[in-house]
């Protein structure tokens, strides 16, 4: 009887908490599926959006108050692309290398230390970043390369990667922590040099996490704002180079978006560069789920 | 200190050989000491090994018994807290512990097999020669004909041939401690060390890793750790006694067995103590 009843329980228990989990996964999916319809539907994309794809990405500029007004982007993505580039082709063989070391190299003090640096670094607002950036890099800019204001894509995509990088280094350091130590041990204990059993073992092992970490940087680059306003110098114009200034999308959305009619053309165009910007991170986060499977399957992990 | 009549080892360290058909001291471990974070876990272990012979370590669980099997090709010093406070080991006359001595070189010339095999994150191919690569110890041979030769000395070429770029880690638990074997031998080991080799595996396969090793003696000198007393009765040619991080008794697997000097280890030996 009694058995009978304990079994029932158990039973009872797993279905619980089976049903929950998919509850926790249909809101999550949801509210995701939400925001992109509700995105969408203030667009208006598809349906009465005042321009055609190739206006609005790409030919035309941004020019609200010009007559006619025109709401074209291409701008702030190609700003968005350069700084998100930038930062994150920085931050990440440095982060790896950091969590490499902090996980393999480093002196166990050096990682006592390290590690909540790290995560106090990540908790900085980033208002302080742009301040940072402001009081280090763009005085010097002006002096230096003798421009009129210091603000351009150059000191943002710097400044972003000193922010991404605590983020790609400690979850780096995770996934290298996360190989098992006898593995470690049988690979050394075959006479190899530590760089070889980094190069041969440790990557493919700590793979899966390698990709978390370029996922959340990259995450975490494409959606920041304040400091990229703050440091980006903010200005409408196609950017030719690097000391060129620029706006990304989250910086026009910012600053237009506050004086801006609702349900206006231009309404429409910013909630339309929001929606790219959604499913670019979405495309982005695809791509690196199926590239870290096709590296799995590859390297035998 | 006082060290109480069984204590102490009835292995004579310097020269004197007990048996003199025994052959040359391949490995000899000389009042040997090691720390934990401080804690000593070997007190001054004395041990040899013969060459082409199979010398099994017995003892009770936490006597030391993985920790000396580590000092003798220097991946203890992989764990941080562990040092080795006094003594050495000459290995074919060499000090494993002299100043000059590069642990890696060590680490090349005497391969351990470890209790769990673990596959590295590549093919069955690669991972036998993940040690070829780096030390380009080709000696004229081909890749192909390396893997095939080890997989054959370890009786896994014919499970596996036709899968060798199959990832390794699809390999069952006793196919992967014989791969870890391949992988050893393709180092060209001049010593093999086993720290309980068969404990993750079932009765065949125990019995195929056992053959291996008979097969490898005439060789290398092999060390084996061991808990399974029959096993060291089947396998071994000397055994050497471990007790609470000293060396106990050291005597022909034969004498150990049968006529033990030592109190405790007639003890352990007889399932008094465990
Ligand atoms: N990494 C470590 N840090 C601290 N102490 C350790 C470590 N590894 C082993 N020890 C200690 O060293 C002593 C000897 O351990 P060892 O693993 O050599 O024993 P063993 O004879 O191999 O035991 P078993 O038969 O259970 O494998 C034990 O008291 C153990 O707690
Ligand atoms: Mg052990």
């Known amino acids: 009887m009694i058995r009978h009843f304990l079994a029932k329980t158990l039973y009872w228990s797993d279905a619980a908490v089976k049903k929950l989990s998919f509850l926790a996964l249909g809101t999550g999916v949801a509210f995701l599926l939400l925001m992109i319809v509700f995105v969408l539907r203030e667009s208006s994309l598809g349906l009465g959006f005042a321009m055609n794809l190739f206006d609005f990405l790409v030919r035309q500029p941004w020019a609200p108050m010009a007559t006619p007004p025109s709401h074209g982007i291409f701008h702030a993505w190609i700003s968005t692309l350069v700084v998100t580039g930038l930062s994150l082709g920085l931050a990440i063989p440095l982060g790896f290398g950091i969590g490499l070391f902090l996980s393999e190299v480093a002196p166990r003090w050096v990682q006592q230390v390290m590690q909540p640096a790290l995560e106090v670094l990540a908790g900085i607002p980033a208002v302080v970043y742009g301040f940072f950036g402001y009081v280090t890099l763009v005085r010097n800019f002006e002096t230096w390369f003798d421009m009129p204001a210091g603000e351009c894509l150059l000191i943002a995509g710097l400044i972003l990667a000193v922010m991404v990088l605590p983020f790609v280094a400690s979850t780096a350091a995770e996934a290298f922590r996360g190989v098992a130590q006898d593995l470690r041990e049988m690979a050394y204990g075959l006479g190899v040099t530590q760089l070889y059993v980094m190069r041969r073992v440790l990557f493919r092992k700590a793979l899966p996490g390698l990709f978390a970490a370029v996922a959340l940087g990259l995450a975490r680059a494409l959606g920041e704002t304040l400091a990229v306003l703050m440091l980006a110098g903010n200005t409408v114009a196609v950017p030719h180079s690097l000391l060129d200034r620029g706006q990304p999308l989250t910086a026009l959305l910012t600053t237009e978006l506050g004086e801006t009619v609702v349900h206006s053309d231009k309404y429409q165009a910013l909630f339309a560069s929001g929606f790219i910007l959604l499913i670019v991170v979405l495309g982005i986060n695809v791509m690196i789920w199926t590239l870290k499977h096709r590296f799995l399957e590859r390297s035998h992990a | ?274």
């Open chain 2, 1 to 274: 200190m006082i060290v109480p009549m069984e204590m102490t080892c009835s292995y004579a360290p310097e020269g004197d050989h007990e048996d003199p058909a025994d052959g040359p001291r391949i490995f000899d471990v000389r009042d040997l000491s090691v720390t934990f974070n401080g804690r000593s876990v070997l007190r001054g272990v004395n041990a040899m090994a013969l060459d082409r012979q199979v010398l099994a370590i017995v003892g009770p669980s936490g006597s030391g018994k993985s920790t000396l099997l580590r000092t003798m090709n220097r991946t203890l010093e992989l764990t941080l807290d562990a040092r080795v406070t006094s003594g050495d080991i000459h290995f074919k006359g060499e000090r494993l512990y002299g100043n000059g001595t590069d642990p890696r070189l060590v680490r090349k010339r005497i391969c351990m097999v470890h209790q769990k095999p673990v596959a590295f994150p590549m093919s069955i191919g690669e991972n036998v020669l993940f040690g070829v690569r780096f030390h380009k110890n080709w000696n004229g041979r081909t890749k192909d004909e390396i893997i095939r030769s080890c997989l054959d000395r370890v009786g896994l070429w014919n499970e596996v041939k036709d899968r060798l770029s199959d990832p390794a880690s699809r390999l069952s638990v006793g196919q992967l401690q014989r791969l870890c074997i391949a992988r050893a031998l393709a180092n060209d080991p001049e010593a093999i060390l086993m720290d309980e080799p068969c404990s993750a595996l079932d009765p065949v396969s125990t019995a195929r890793i056992e053959e291996l090793i008979l097969a490898m003696k005439p060789q290398l000198p092999i060390v084996i750790v061991t808990h399974n007393l029959a096993q060291a009765r089947r396998i071994s040619d000397q055994s050497l006694f471990l007790y609470d991080g000293q060396s106990l008794e050291q005597d022909t697997t034969e004498r150990i067995f049968t006529h033990p000097k030592n109190g405790r280890v007639r003890d352990f030996i007889t399932g008094k103590v465990g």
